[in-house]
Structures are given as structure tokens and as C-alpha cells.
Nanobody, 115 residues
Framework: QVQLVESGGGLVQVGGSLRLSCAAS??????MAWYRQAPGKERELVASITRGGSTNYAGSVKGRFTISRDNAKNTVYLQMNSLKPEDTAVYYC???????????WGQGTQVTVSS
């Protein structure tokens, strides 16, 4: 069974940092991404990365967040710096595997930024 296991969320003060990780099992992943959903809002793309390492960021996180991946470990990371209260949300890992039209989501990890 395919699994995306996330870790690294938590409570942090304004200006602090967190690093999220997402490990995929039983698939070889092409594109990976992080999305987030705040209460009462739609899920939105935070950052994405191709297997070759090309990245894309939402304007609200550009310059503060960095997405990276380790293809050997089938893992994607999100380094979040200079966190703001508006970054508070559940963060979801997304994986687009090679060789199938299925996509997969992680279970979500809560990030809370307190002021």
C-alpha cells in the first residue's frame, strides 16, 4: 500500500522556523509538492518540485520557504523560516508517481504560528 508519511509540524512563535518532511513508500515519485489549508479556506499550493529539482513557490512564501527533495529516499522537505501567523494551517504532502495516473496525499501535519 502506498503511503506518504509526514513529520515536522508543531507550534512555533512568529519569526521561528520549522522543517517538514514527507517520505513516500512503494512508489517512484515524479513531482512532489506541499499544500496547506487554513480553517475556512481552500487548500492552496505552497511549493512544488520536479524530480529534476525545478521549484515553484506561492508568492506569499517566496524567500521564506525552501522546498527540496532526496530522490534516493523518496522524500520531500519544506524548510519554513520567518514564520508568520498567516502560515498557520494543516500542511499536506502531494506526490505524483511515475507510471500511473494516481496521485497521493499525506495525512496532513498541523503548523501553528503564535504571535
Amino acid at each position: 500500500q502506498v503511503q506518504l508519511v509526514e513529520s515536522g509540524g508543531g507550534l512555533v512563535q512568529v519569526g521561528g522556523s520549522l522543517r517538514l518532511s514527507c517520505a513516500a513508500s512503494r512508489i517512484i515519485v515524479s513531482d512532489m509538492a506541499w499544500y496547506r489549508q487554513a480553517p475556512g479556506k481552500e487548500r492552496e499550493l505552497v511549493a512544488s518540485i520536479t524530480r529534476g529539482g525545478s521549484t515553484n513557490y506561492a508568492g506569499s512564501v517566496k524567500g521564506r520557504f525552501t522546498i527540496s527533495r532526496d530522490n534516493a529516499k523518496n522524500t520531500v522537505y519544506l524548510q519554513m523560516n520567518s514564520l508568520k501567523p498567516e502560515d498557520t494551517a494543516v500542511y499536506y504532502c502531494y506526490a505524483d508517481p511515475i507510471g500511473t495516473t494516481n496521485i497521493y496525499w499525506g495525512q496532513g501535519t498541523q503548523v501553528t504560528v503564535s504571535s
